[in-house]
């Protein structure tokens, strides 16, 4: 009786050390995890800026080549002009009612 004891605390303690070594196992590659997790972050952000700041430029360049009297952009460039003939009237649809 006293053997099944002393049997089943060391099978109980041989657990408890494997536990723990895959705990300690998971910790760390939480941890490897979480940094590859914070950089490709970084990377999606960077990317994500890259590809505004891209988006941007294209509109811009097919403002300019509106302006420059490309036909195939003139409806964009009415576009732009309508939207900011709007602006416009908001604006002194705004200084109206202030009482400038």
Request: with cysteine; hydrophobic share 30%; proline share 1%.
């Amino acid at each position: 009786m006293l053997q099944d004891l002393e049997n089943h605390f060391s099978e109980l303690e041989k657990k408890i050390l494997q536990l723990q070594k895959s705990y300690k196992n998971l910790t760390e590659e939480f941890s490897e995890l979480n940094v590859e997790h914070g950089e490709l972050k970084k990377k999606y952000d960077e990317e994500r800026r890259k590809n505004q700041v891209l988006a941007e430029e294209q509109k811009n360049i097919k403002l300019y080549s509106a302006i420059s009297g490309n036909p195939e952009h003139n409806k964009l460039m009415k576009n732009h002009i309508n939207r900011l003939v709007k602006e416009i009237d908001f604006c002194i649809a705004q200084l109206q009612n202030s009482g400038l």
